[in-house]
């Protein structure tokens, strides 16, 4: 028998991902159905992405890139930073990465040891808990609250370090699976209170581009010795392209450089060509968004009527976190009785937050108009609303 090890023992199931495949295997037998399960753009990358992938491929050598990305990639994210943000930063501070995933890895293993501390919101995205118990760290949950609009504060914050202290700290804006955005004085406030208790501050941006009549605001702006953590693959609509960045400290940069050289050497030569022309992409990227906030629309407009309205505030990106304790003490059979009955594939809470996610669950509207109107009229006849 084939032992497994600690570390692999100790990371749950992605139900996102688990949902998809049953999903998938539904739709191979012929059903038909709607796809609310992943946060994944249904919108296809922009037309220059595939034409500058296109391109490289032509000349027919697709080589290795420096560890720490191509440099023409870097100085445009760089540049991006001021121009939209009106925040200085180095292109040698830009560190490209194969998605997101990397740089949470990277991040976690240039800051922690064995066995540190690191607070995590929860709600939130499963890959932190599972990334940070594979390497032998430890997250700590900060419980979100109703009353702060389940955005981390600085006063949770100082509350989880006094419980227990803390080696760094993690938030994300625009959240998943809420969509909620940290404001900009309490994010000024959540980086000051970080700086005085001494803590590596980690901020999740990847839904940066995606938001609704709010702003979002880089934590750069208030800690330049934020680890900053970001990707193409949503607002630009690249998940398979698995390309993705990081804005880290100079003092971090060798350190992550080494560490690159030996997980996965380079980001996909491709994928980052593909990724300079995204960033030059913005209107037609705004479009896609543009179909998000009507998506958004339909379901707040449709939900309350449904039994499902108690929503976390939907602030950006492209979730609504339900509150389904009206309906079922049981969010993982309730989403298999979805998927099974009435062909809506979405995801339990319990992926977000073990302790309380057995009464939420996650609907992702970042499919198509045609594809949420159908999810409001199955579920409406599956809940007899």
Known sequence: MIPTSRRAAAVAPFLAMDVMT???????????????????????????????????????RVPYT???????????????YHERHGVAVAPERVVITTGSSAGFILAFLSLFDAGARVG?????????????????????????????RFAPTADLLRATHAAGPLAGVLVMSPANPSGTVIGPEPLRDLCAAARLLGLPFISDEIYHGLSYGVPTTTALRFEPEAI??????????????????????????????????????????LSQVAALAALDATEELDAVRDGY??????????FPGLGLGR???????????????????DAS????RMLDEAGVATTPGLDFDQDQGHHHVRFSFAGSE????????????WLGS
């Not at 037998?29 to 922009?46: K, L, T």
């Not at 420096?66 to 991006?80: H, K, S």
Request: charged share 20%; proline share 8%.
């Open 370 to 381: 045609a594809a949420c109107r159908e999810a409001v009229a199955r579920l409406r006849n």
């Open 311 to 329: 929503t976390h505030p939907v602030d950006g990106a492209f979730y609504l976190y339900a509150d389904v304790s009206n309906l079922t003490d």
């Open 66 to 80: 420096e560890a720490l990305g191509m440099p023409a990639l870097r100085a445009r994210i760089a540049r991006d």
């Open 228 to 269: 900053v953590i970001n990707s193409f693959s949503k607002y630009h609509c690249m998940t398979g392209w698995r390309v993705g960045w990081m804005v880290v400290p100079d003092a971090l940069v060798r350190p992550i450089e080494r560490l690159a050289q030996h997980l996965y050497i380079a980001a996909p030569y």
């Open 333 to 336: 059979a309730f989403c298999r």
């Open 293 to 302: 906030a009507k998506n958004r629309a339909i379901l707040l407009d449709a």
């Open 120 to 148: 995590v919101p929860q709600p939130g995205y499963p890959a932190y808990r599972n990334i940070l118990a594979a390497l032998d760290l430890v997250p700590v949950p900060m419980r979100l609250r109703a009353a702060d």
């Open 22 to 60: 049953a999903a998938a295997a539904k739709a191979r037998r012929g059903e038909d159905v709607v796809r609310m399960e992943v946060g994944q753009p249904s919108a296809p990358a922009p037309r220059a992405v595939i034409a500058a992938a296109h391109a490289a491929l032509e000349l027919g």
